[in-house]
């Protein structure tokens, strides 16, 4: 352990030393890239200090236990070393927790996108629910969700939501939310009171920044289109939707949410930015499955993860074997319990590929 962080310090001073540097500072890219990876060895190297600090102390007490012949000056050794041992295992298994390889887009933004599934009315009236559930949770995290495309159902709730979060570590939160969401309920059409099953896929991106992504924008054809749905008057008398089309992939983004052009332009190109990095993410993390079990979705949609029962109040976290009974909590926000508990899992997979464990 020792031997990694010292290789982990000499690194840290590296990449201090690389900040300083003019030419790194005109590379916004790199810039940017060096900073983050900065602030994520700092915490390491600050625990290095206080672990080498621990250790020699320690080594200090077993010394003068050996060596010193001072009765009082022994049993003074003795309490000291109790101490420092009893603080020991617990800074061991701080630093392991560190030492796990982040993932350098969890303190970013996310871009979410609900779809309905399998299920029809029922499927986007779920969808809306998923939606409700994240907006709640948002709130409670003080983070800001603002929607950007939506496609209502045709008795309530969505065919398809996008929204943006922005906070304090995001996507890191949100990411284990991609995949298959399933509920089991009697829908309010259904006479004989059987319970049916609806799907709805989430997909949760990190929001790609400008140095993220090389768009060249000559590849991207906009158009411009009258909103349509909730928004006032405005809505038919300008055309301030925005459509854009990556021409080489086919990707098109639409947003019309927003009061003006400019801004629904603005939330298109961000939005259009992630799904392009969105290739190159479902590519990262299918090399990371291919190493490990991972609990972050490879970008395959098929992929059930969570049932919520009505009938039995019940939420199964399948990819955990993780139970609970608290659905009315879980619709109302209250999942950070659930992401901790795949976060954990997550991270035992890390150690153990790491050799920490």
């Not at 003019?22 to 916004?28: G, H, I, Q, R, T």
């Not at 709805?200 to 991207?220: K, R």
Request: proline share 2%.
């Amino acid at each position: 352990m020792l031997e990694k962080l010292e290789s982990i310090y000499q690194r840290y001073l590296q990449v201090q030393t690389l900040l300083s540097d003019p030419s790194v500072f005109e590379d916004v890219k790199r810039f940017n890239t060096l900073n983050r990876e900065y602030g994520d060895l700092k915490d390491l190297v600050e625990v290095y200090h206080e672990y080498k600090k621990l250790l020699t102390s320690m080594a200090e007490a077993r010394d003068i236990l050996k060596n010193e012949s001072d009765i009082e000056l022994k049993e003074m050794a003795k309490m000291e070393l109790d101490e420092l041992t009893e603080l020991q295992e617990p800074m061991e298994e701080k630093i392991k927790f560190l030492l796990i390889p982040k993932d350098p887009d969890d303190n970013k933004n996310a871009i979410v996108e609900i779809r309905s599934g399998a299920g029809g009315d029922e499927a986007s009236l779920f969808a809306g629910d998923l939606y409700r559930m994240y907006e709640r949770f948002c709130q409670t995290k003080k983070w800001k969700t603002e929607v950007v495309e939506v496609m209502e159902g045709s008795v309530g709730g969505y065919n398809k939501v996008v929204f943006e979060v922005t906070g304090t570590d995001v996507y890191g939160t949100l990411k284990f939310e991609s995949g298959v969401h399933r509920v089991q309920r009697v829908p309010n059409t259904e006479s004989q009171g059987r319970v049916h099953t609806s799907a709805a896929t989430v997909a949760v991106l990190p929001e790609a920044e400008e140095v993220d992504v090389d768009l060249n924008m000559g590849d991207v054809r906009r158009d411009t289109f009258r909103a349509s749905g909730a928004g006032g008057q405005h809505v038919n008398k300008t055309e301030s939707a925005i459509r854009l089309t990556h021409i080489p992939t086919g990707i098109v983004v639409e947003c019309q949410d927003g009061r003006s052009q400019h801004q629904n332009y603005d939330k298109a190109l961000t939005v259009l930015r992630t799904r392009l990095y969105e290739r190159e993410l479902a590519a990262h993390n299918e090399k990371i499955a291919a190493e490990r079990k991972s609990l972050v979705s490879t970008g395959d949609r098929s992929a059930k993860i969570r049932t919520y029962n009505f009938p039995q109040s019940r939420v199964t976290e399948h990819r955990i074997g993780l139970t609970l009974y608290n659905l009315s909590e879980v619709l109302g926000g209250q999942i950070q319990d659930i992401i901790d508990q795949l976060q954990m899992a997550e991270n035992t997979e890390k150690l153990k590929a790491g050799g920490l464990d």
